[in-house]
């Protein structure tokens, strides 16, 4: 698969760069490597920006912990016997500012996000690296890179914590950064999405699994819809839609060999074949091997099984909604390891979705699975709500029917009042993006978690948001327990 990720796994890449010898360099503390030194030619620069990317694959975000996170609130799953107690708090939303998941998705995301500045701090440095090792148009698209990625660590950040830390420099070892606000945090994240989106290259012209043109609009678009800036949310979309398509096979987003697909804006890269020996003893850093992801082995119902899909998801489906089948296995239904004849546990169904069944009878400790981010479904479900609101209920319901169309589901109808088409939107996005962690973003902000989730302990008030890490609390002056998130 892609060649840039192995490079993750050579570069050795920390919070603070732990060294690691590469081209006969030495990556040491950003705050300590002089740019004068390093930042010289194409490879430079290139292992740099690989290394941003590599905290999107750690234990800590996307291979592991952040699914459990937002599928277990969002109560698309349910638990079992087996799930580990450190995930079995977020079914219940009994986690604290001690739990383990809360602080390492705050790590790696930072993390990741001193990587990125590693990168776009030393623009200057990296502008004057002659035309003739490098040209001025990959020195721009890296640093578009850099600032997508920075954009997407942050996004995550002040969706799940509210106002976090706004770091723009590579901080020296000691220094402590206060929480700033969600509105100068989303400012930040708007004015990186934008100008990624001038330098980054199209999809049909950038290399598999990089950040591209239609990654940095789409994902401005979900920042706008999120921030109910709903006009600027459709200009955003507006700049990618038409550039690509649904695919045919609603499931080719869900397997390895059709994961770079006409659907697919941006994901976390994962492959098997490359390992991850570096996984267990590297939760959040991002160094070393870190090419594959948990999830199949986690979900897998003849594995680990430590979940199962809800009947509350599994309920809304309409009849005879091809998504079911693709999204979950039943009694009955086939695989590569035969018939299935009885769930263990009783259970009604399993997750299909991101799992390898459908060519190994069972999962491996890795798999190889892209985690997608943002596809285009996505996007045209969004581009529907923010019609709804902005332009009219026929225009979100072509945006609607395009969804529905690629499963044959029935159309909509024209002559929906705002409010039916808005329940319509809830129902299709659950169905369409199921397992997909946008779930619960999409009830805090539609203001439905209390309706939805208070039965399993939300609170009002105090869950919309995770607490600030006492880790984080405890080695940041700039942040005292006073700052805490409510209610914990």
Known sequence: MNKYKYIFTILCLGFLFHSCDTDGLELENPSELSPETYFENEVQVKSAVNAVYANLQTIGTYSRNYYFIM?????????NPQLEANKRLFL???????????????????????????????????????????????????IGEAKFLRALYYFNLVTLYGGVPLITVVPDDQEGFPRNSVEEVYAQIVSDLTDAAQTLRPKATEEKGRATRGAAYALLGKVQLYRGNYAEALTAFNNIYGEYQLTADYFDNFKEETEHNSETIFGVEFDDDMGNNAFWNNTVSGEGPNEASLRGQSYGFVDWFNCYPSDVLLDEYEPNDPRYK???????????????????????????KYQNYYKDANEDLQSGINFGIIRFADVLLMMAEAANETVDQNT????????????????????????QVFDAIVHERMVE?????????????????AQELSQYGF????????????????????????DQNPGY
């Open 71 to 79: 599928d277990n609130m969002a109560h698309e799953n349910e638990g």
């Open 459 to 482: 609170q009002t008030g105090t869950h919309e948001l995770l607490p600030i890490p006492e880790a984080e609390i405890n080695s940041n002056s700039a942040i005292n327990p006073e």
């Open 326 to 352: 693709a999204s979950f296995y039943e009694v009955g239904d086939t695989y590569a390891g035969g018939t299935i004849t009885e769930i263990s546990l009783g259970r009604r169904a399993v997750w299909r």
């Open 92 to 142: 219940n939303f009994s986690f604290d500012a001690s739990s383990e998941l809360v602080n390492q998705f705050w790590d790696s995301s930072f993390r990741g996000i001193n990587k990125a500045n590693f990168v776009i701090t030393n623009e200057e440095k990296i502008a004057e690296i002659p035309t003739s090792l490098m040209a001025q148009s990959l020195k721009d698209k890296y």
């Open 433 to 449: 993006l199921a397992g997909e962690q946008v779930r619960f973003a999409d009830l805090k902000r539609w203001g439905l978690a």
């Open 396 to 419: 979100a319901i072509d945006y609607i029917n395009e969804v529905r169309d690629r499963v044959n589901m029935p159309l909509l109808a024209y002559g929906l009042s705002k409010t």
